[in-house]
């Protein structure tokens, strides 16, 4: 079992930043890929950003890419999603995943956070 805790969402002007946290806990932590999805109001959750245990391998959907940044931290078991240049399209609950296939991560993950709201106002 994989145990995920989100936090760091919030209200923030377009432009501006905000950096996701999520605390991951479980025996099988060491062998999981972990990633970040998002689900905006009326639409489908959708990949937003993965990474390997390690933190040599990262992927990207394209309109991130060059403002999100993913990375982990094998001590606190912590993964971080670092969102800049916000805009008001990336209003949205980020949810926090891990699975243990780097295809899995970003199509559908066995393990799910609680979600976290992020707001961008224009």
């Known amino acids: 079992q994989v145990q995920l805790v989100e936090s760091g969402g919030g209200l923030v002007q377009a432009g501006g930043s905000l950096r996701l946290s999520c605390a991951a806990s479980?025996?099988?932590?060491?062998?999981?890929?972990m990633g970040w999805f998002r689900q905006a109001p009326g639409k489908e959750r959708e990949f937003v950003a993965a990474i390997s245990r390690s933190g040599a391998w990262k992927y990207y959907i394209d309109p991130v890419k060059g403002r999100f940044t993913i990375s982990i931290d094998n001590v606190k078991n912590t993964v971080y999603l670092q969102m800049n240049s916000l805009k008001p399209e990336d209003t949205a609950v980020y949810y926090c995943?891990?699975?243990?296939?780097?295809?899995?991560?970003?199509?559908?993950?066995?393990?799910w956070g609680q979600g976290t709201q992020v707001t961008v106002s224009s």
């Open positions: 995943a891990a699975d243990s296939s780097s295809a899995s991560i970003r199509g559908s993950p066995g393990y």
């Open positions: 479980g025996r099988t932590f060491s062998s999981y890929f």
